[in-house]
């Protein structure tokens, strides 16, 4: 979605938009980059990279994007078919798969949570500690969640499907 935003406002406004977003960051390394963005912003406005070079770069973010489409439409293809297969299986663990990952997910939720309060209230003096430390499992229960979140959602497609 991005990058389909990308290929429309083209190569000039990506570089102004960077090259801001680049300014505001302290590392030497952005800093540098920002510099270099505003040098290529320069040429543009002087004529030193042709609308002609323009053009043919936003043809070529669109091609990526199209490119990056397909891929995620494979991607989504190729999810929904294993859900499928799994629905059509006749093997009790695979047609029970879901529940128990749903399960197991809000008993680990469940568990950290009763964990995190307990510290809280037992030594409040770690809580600061202990509620940072739970920042770095965002990922963990991003993807985790992420998946429990499809299955329900194709889960009641499932049942939405059979009671018509």
Same mark, same amino acid.
């Given at each position: 979605?991005?990058?389909?935003?990308?290929?429309?406002?083209?190569?000039?406004?990506?570089?102004?938009?960077?090259?801001?977003?680049?300014?505001?960051?302290?590392?030497?390394?952005?800093?540098?980059?920002?510099?270099?963005?505003?040098? @290529?912003?320069? #040429? %543009? *406005?002087?004529?030193?990279? /042709?609308?002609?070079?323009?053009?043919? +770069?936003?043809?070529?973010?669109? =091609?990526?994007?199209?490119?990056?489409?397909?891929? @995620?439409?494979? #991607? %989504? *293809?190729?999810?929904?078919? /294993?859900?499928?297969?799994?629905?059509? +299986?006749?093997?009790?663990?695979? =047609?029970?798969?879901?529940?128990?990952?749903?399960?197991?997910?809000? #008993?680990?939720?469940?568990?950290?949570?009763?964990?995190?309060?307990?510290?809280?209230?037992?030594?409040?003096?770690?809580?600061?500690?202990?509620?940072?430390?739970?920042?770095?499992?965002?990922?963990?229960?991003?993807?985790?969640?992420?998946?429990?979140?499809?299955?329900?959602?194709?889960?009641?497609?499932?049942?939405?499907?059979?009671?018509?």
């Amino acid at each position: 979605m991005i990058s389909a935003l990308l290929a429309q406002i083209g190569l000039p406004m990506l570089i102004k938009t960077v090259t801001s977003a680049l300014d505001k960051i302290s590392s030497p390394t952005a800093k540098a980059a920002a510099i270099t963005l505003k040098k @290529v912003d320069a #040429a %543009i *406005s002087n004529g030193e990279i /042709s609308i002609d070079e323009i053009k043919e +770069s936003n043809r070529h973010i669109e =091609r990526m994007t199209e490119l990056e489409s397909e891929e @995620v439409k494979t #991607a %989504i *293809s190729e999810v929904n078919a /294993s859900l499928r297969a799994e629905a059509a +299986s006749s093997d009790p663990y695979v =047609r029970r798969m879901r529940p128990t990952f749903g399960y197991l997910i809000a #008993a680990s939720w469940a568990c950290q949570m009763l964990a995190v309060a307990f510290v809280i209230l037992e030594e409040p003096d770690k809580a600061v500690t202990v509620t940072a430390a739970m920042s770095n499992l965002d990922t963990v229960w991003t993807v985790g969640l992420s998946v429990l979140g499809i299955y329900v959602y194709k889960r009641s497609q499932e049942k939405s499907k059979n009671s018509n």
